[in-house]
């Protein structure tokens, strides 16, 4: 796995230099580019899905009438020299994109000249200079086994999703037919799905911060948030975090359903694309699926003020709870996950709005836990979620309505075994709830 290669420890490197983190798409492009040719020596990697897997851009891509792959490669190219003759002047590997090709190429520096042995140091000589390489603490080993982890998952995205790309044409009379899930894939432009963005989770965790959207989508994000940490080896472990683009297992099983999901009702697949790559406007003329809490997807912040449950964190413990802003009779005012013996209750919340410019819609998937997530997807995904719906809200709601819900999971030895809807409600258009 490119994990475990040190090819792969460059790549990081790299990707976390002054040079990429301040150019997020060639950040991406050069991510994507070494995790393919790693994982596939043989690959020959197109410009098309370059510009849909790296740049988030639509299936309907077309590099004939679109150069940005063209530009941004060319763009790479002058980084990555940059990078070798500045921070990385002394690695003894290069890398390097050939021109008319967009293949990576991992090449010995020519003439390295390595520096002699150190002279073992004696029992009573002085202690190391203060620029010596110090061993890390616990908690910086933890956050890079974090990043390994989300890295490895990265890997099996790009590698086990279907592309986003175009389905061989369905015959209509075969496509299927569902009220609820022909809201977001019955149509000429499919939703998107939306992972989390695990690496901004383990900030605002590790920092007990709550990033707002206008935070993050700052032009000062996050250096600003990291400039502040007067901790050296924390702000540098987090610095080299806030540079990764990484989801978590339990979207990727949820997003990999929906993709399937989404070819049974038309010729396009709907494609998946990270939290960091939209924009407002996107949110005004599209349809989403959103996976995540506002810790993860912070354009769920857009939608808050229309709902009655929303995710806090108490300030004490730094455990998260559901509360119910106006609760119902016989209902909590908070929905507290619980552990016993090796098991554990806990919740997520399902909510369906109208996007920005009431023209298509935004579903909401945000559990408190992976198993809670898993088991929301599980719910929306399955068969029957239409018909539940219907027997619940009425058939009307199912087909032009919007709603909420609160779902009770419980999991044993962190897998989901069963869930039920404890509450929910109908939003109405003026995004008061009932």
Request: net charge neutral.
């Amino acid at each position: 796995m490119a994990e475990n290669d040190g090819r792969w420890a460059l790549v990081l490197r790299i990707a976390a230099s002054r040079q990429f983190t301040k150019a997020p798409q060639l950040h991406d492009i050069l991510i994507y580019l070494c995790q393919r040719v790693l994982a596939d020596p043989a690959a020959s990697i197109k410009e098309y899905e370059i510009g849909c897997n790296a740049l988030g851009r639509k299936p309907d891509f077309n590099p004939n009438e679109d150069n940005i792959v063209r530009v941004q490669i060319s763009h790479l190219r002058k980084k990555l020299d940059e990078y070798f003759a500045t921070v990385g002047k002394d690695e003894p590997l290069l890398i390097t994109v050939p021109k008319g090709a967009y293949v990576p190429h991992f090449e010995p520096r020519p003439e390295v000249v390595l520096a002699p042995e150190p002279t073992p140091a004696k029992a009573d000589s002085a202690p190391p200079a203060a620029g010596a390489r110090r061993r890390p603490t616990p908690w910086v080993l933890l956050l890079s086994i974090s990043t390994c982890l989300l890295a490895a998952t990265c890997l099996y995205l790009a590698l086990h999703l279907p592309a986003a790309r175009p389905n061989p044409p369905i015959v209509a009379e075969h496509a299927r037919q569902d009220p609820f899930w022909s809201r977001f894939f019955g149509t000429g432009q499919p939703a998107a799905i939306v992972v989390t963005d695990s690496c901004l989770v383990i900030l605002q965790d590790v920092l007990h911060t709550d990033l707002s959207l206008a935070e993050y989508l700052s032009r000062q994000y996050p250096e600003k948030l990291l400039n502040a940490v007067p901790d050296r080896d924390l702000r540098s472990a987090l610095q080299l975090i806030a540079g990764r683009q990484y989801t978590s297992l339990a979207d990727l099983n949820i997003a990999s359903k929906l993709v399937e999901l989404s070819g049974e009702f038309g010729p396009i697949r709907a494609p998946i694309r990270f939290a960091r790559h939209l924009n407002i406007r996107d949110f005004k003329t599209e349809s989403f699926v959103l996976i995540g809490s506002r810790r993860g997807v912070p354009w769920v912040q857009l939608f808050e003020s229309q709902v009655n449950f929303s995710f806090e964190e108490d300030a004490a413990t730094h455990r998260f709870h559901l509360r119910n802003k106006r609760p119902k009779p016989g209902e909590p005012a908070t929905y507290v996950p619980t552990e016993s013996g090796g098991s554990s209750e806990t919740y997520a919340y399902i909510a369906l709005l109208p996007n920005l410019g009431n023209s298509g819609s935004v579903l909401i998937l945000s559990g408190i836990t992976m198993e809670s997530s898993e088991a929301a997807g599980e719910l929306v995904a399955a068969k029957g979620f239409s018909q539940q719906l219907a027997r619940m809200l009425g058939p009307q709601a199912v087909r032009d309505r919007y709603f909420e819900i609160v779902l009770k999971t419980r999991a044993v030895a962190g897998a989901a075994r069963n869930s039920e809807i404890v509450t929910y409600r109908l939003i109405q258009p003026s995004g008061t709830s009932n």
